[in-house]
């Protein structure tokens, strides 16, 4: 059965798939293995973040008695996230001078803005200052807001322009061919 607060996650739900579309789009277009990796791993770090966001799921869908190799339902998602969660870390880890570049890349108030919404989605989440029974509101739409900011970001990025900004860039980590 649908929670009541499954209604106000919906619009953010949404935004969270066309992000995770947007990024696939971007794992397309690519033109190198790393760019194509951090890519790859902002699709599965969305889906991780679109799978916790529909966590009533499961309870629609799966007995409660749901037993596979002796094991439990949760005990095979947590797994299975767990395992996913490697995943992007391996591949940020492959791509992380795109990834820097890339951070470097946004403009400092937009890691502020992102920031006072997350303590305010906190706070509201563990009705910390904010009343109990607003609090599920803040947290929702402090979450949808910072999905919007990430959508934003992703739709006005140019994968091409950055592509080629990161190729034209020097390569500050290069040995020193000094004699000694």
């Not at 008695?65 to 439990?72: A, G, M, N």
């Not at 992007?88 to 919404?117: E, M, P, T």
């Not at 989440?125 to 934003?152: D, F, K, R």
Request: with cysteine; glycine share 2%.
């Amino acid at each position: 059965m649908l929670h009541s607060d499954s209604i106000i996650e919906i619009p953010g739900n949404i935004i969270l798939l066309v992000c995770m579309l947007r990024c696939t789009q971007y794992v397309i277009q690519s033109r190198s293995k790393p760019s194509s990796y951090f890519w790859l791993a902002s699709v599965l770090v969305f889906f991780e973040v679109i799978r916790r966001e529909l966590n009533y799921l499961p309870e629609l869908f799966i007995p409660s008695d749901f037993s596979l190799l002796t094991h439990s339902y949760d005990w095979w998602e947590d797994n299975v996230l767990a395992i996913i969660l490697l995943v992007i870390i391996g591949l940020l880890a492959y791509s992380w001078r795109y990834l820097w570049a890339v951070l470097k890349d946004i403009n400092i108030s937009l890691y502020i803005a992102v920031a006072v919404l997350a303590v305010l989605q906190y706070m509201g989440e563990n009705a910390i200052v904010i009343p109990e029974s607003i609090g599920e509101m803040v947290e929702e739409v402090s979450e949808t807001i910072i999905y919007t900011i990430a959508l934003i970001y992703l739709w006005r990025f140019k994968l091409g322009d950055f592509e080629n900004y990161i190729l034209h860039q020097p390569n500050q980590h290069e040995p020193c061919n000094a004699n000694y």
